[in-house]
């Protein structure tokens, strides 16, 4: 598979992960990491939690980005 981004400028890079938004490959320039929280246990017990991570395309992790949001008429 090759990166998606790197593809529409006319170039092949293998990815090396796919984004948890959208699907796009992504490739070691294109690809951002980023952490998420993961709840563990039952619902009627003592919740945990435990960090965790995600790739994202360079659109979807600009997407949500805090102060990403633009506002058009």
Known sequence: MHCLDCRTM?????TIGICQACGAGACAVH???APRTV????????????GARRVL????A???????????P
């Open 10 to 14: 006319g170039t092949n890079s293998p």
């Open 31 to 33: 690809a951002r990491i």
């Open 39 to 50: 709840r563990l246990g039952s619902p009627l017990g003592v919740p945990g939690e435990t």
């Open 57 to 60: 395309c360079l659109l979807c």
């Open 62 to 72: 600009a997407a949500e980005a805090p102060g990403a949001a633009v506002l058009t």
